[in-house]
């Protein structure tokens, strides 16, 4: 599994230099903030929902590479996806990093399956998790700050 590992580092190295979506949006329909106190990773997420459609989607913050790197690729893969689309995504993220025996992770948009590497570093598994956890809290109009906690 040399190769993969290998993608996996490039892949992160690659979005925590230029983090695709790493702005704020100019009038976002939905937002919320997270923050791991494990790691000190803080992400905030913007949406711009149009019916059932996310129109756009960015993020800002601070963290460790895991965590930009996934929030990155969160936001790169789900832009102009529905609604529904990035709910079974997020099912899907939180299985292949935390279900004892995942499901394909193929089935992720985008390059989403590589960050399937950071199993191997359960202490990373809340940071690659916790722009998704924002997401979700987003998409749910939660106003309070979610925490992997
Ligand atoms: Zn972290």
């Keep these: 599994m040399a190769g993969l590992r290998e993608l996996y580092q490039e892949v992160i190295l690659d979005h925590n230099r230029k983090p695709r979506n790493f702005r704020r949006l100019g009038a976002p329909t939905a937002a919320a903030e997270g923050y791991n106190p494990l790691c000190g990773d803080r992400i905030s997420v913007e949406l711009e929902v149009e019916g059932d459609t996310l129109r756009d989607i960015a993020f800002q913050g601070s963290g460790c590479a895991i965590s930009k790197a996934s929030a990155s690729m969160m936001t790169a893969a789900l832009k102009g996806k529905t609604v529904g689309e990035a709910a079974a995504a997020i099912e899907q993220f939180r299985a292949m990093l935390t279900d004892e025996r995942p499901a394909d992770a193929s ?40 925490t992997t906690e």
Excluded: S
Excluded at 118 to 142: D, M, N, S, Y
């Design 107 to 146: 089935a992720l948009p985008g390059r989403l399956a590589v960050l399937e590497g950071v199993r191997e570093f359960p202490i990373r598994i809340k940071c690659a998790t916790l722009p998704w956890h924002t997401l979700r809290a987003a998409l749910q109009g939660r106003g309070e700050p979610v």
